[in-house]
């Protein structure tokens, strides 16, 4: 039986993205400080993502390149772990495999982006080594990644790729114009395992986050949780119109404007 990990709302929950790098004291990305601050003000579902290097380690970060992060050239999968720990250590970071991350850190809700193919076998060992499977959503925009991690791992909780998403949107817009329709385009999102759809406001241009689409998730089960929310009125406004979840860079004052306007959050 798979555990409920992401609840309907109310109450609306504030997951941190990539730990609540926006805060005021501007904590790294997906660092191990990020996540210690944010279980230290009481939030206990982060968004983060996950790589893997040369040697088969899963990490959590986010680009596929250095450039970013370490002001270093190369990808990812071309160092070895400890290399990768020496050039984050250069920069005061610590960083993190996603097995330490499952082991320090065990009253935190984890929603893992897994950035590449090659990411998954390692982040489902990394999952299983820690036995929590009750406290990981493993997400991806690739739709086809997300089959299959639950093909090999039946007790994983997902979240819906990108064409799983699409077909939720173009249900809700054919549902106002033919009701029967709704079924059929949306396809089967019910199968074990698959909790969420987490998505944009608008996605080239096209609204997503509009009361059809959510009353369509809605029904089969699906969290709707909206990225990356930074503006706290447009956070209270999501949150009134449904949706279930707000992924943001600064769940501080996100969490306190929810509060402020009477909706019932937790994080």
């Not at 926006?22 to 003000?41: I, K, L």
């Not at 809700?172 to 998505?199: C, E, I, K, N, Y």
Request: aromatic share 8%; charged share 20%.
């Amino acid at each position: 039986m798979v555990k409920r990990i992401y609840p309907l709302a109310p109450p609306v929950l504030v997951i941190a993205h990539r730990g609540g790098s926006g805060s005021e004291d501007n904590p790294h990305e997906n660092s191990r400080e990020v996540f210690e601050r944010a279980a230290q003000r009481g939030f206990h579902y982060i968004e983060t993502d996950s790589h893997v290097t040369a040697d088969g380690v899963p990490i959590l970060f986010h680009d596929e390149t250095l450039m970013r992060t370490f002001d270093t050239e190369g990808y990812v999968e071309d160092f070895d772990y400890d290399a990768l720990v020496a050039i984050a250590a250069a920069k005061n970071i610590e960083l993190l495999t996603v097995g330490q991350a499952l082991q320090e850190f065990p009253d935190l809700v984890f929603n893992i982006d897994a950035k590449t193919p090659g990411v998954v076998d390692p982040l489902i060992a990394a999952v299983t080594g820690a036995d929590a499977w009750d406290r990981v959503c493993f997400a991806s925009f690739s739709q086809r990644r997300l089959n299959r991690i639950r093909r090999h791992a039946p007790r994983a909780v997902t979240s819906l790729g990108v064409s799983g998403s699409a077909k939720l949107v173009l249900a809700a817009g054919l549902g106002v114009l033919w009701p029967q329709m709704r079924r059929f385009a949306s396809g089967d999102h019910t199968q074990s395992g698959v909790q969420a759809v987490q998505v944009p406001v608008v996605w080239n241009r096209i609204p997503v986050l509009t009361p059809a689409f959510i009353q369509n998730a809605h029904a089969r089960g699906l969290a709707v949780q909206a990225w990356t929310i930074n503006d706290p009125e447009q956070a209270v406004e999501l949150a009134q119109l449904g949706v279930d979840a707000i992924i943001t860079d600064t769940p501080i004052s996100v969490f306190d404007a929810l509060a402020r306007a009477g909706v019932e959050v937790t994080k």
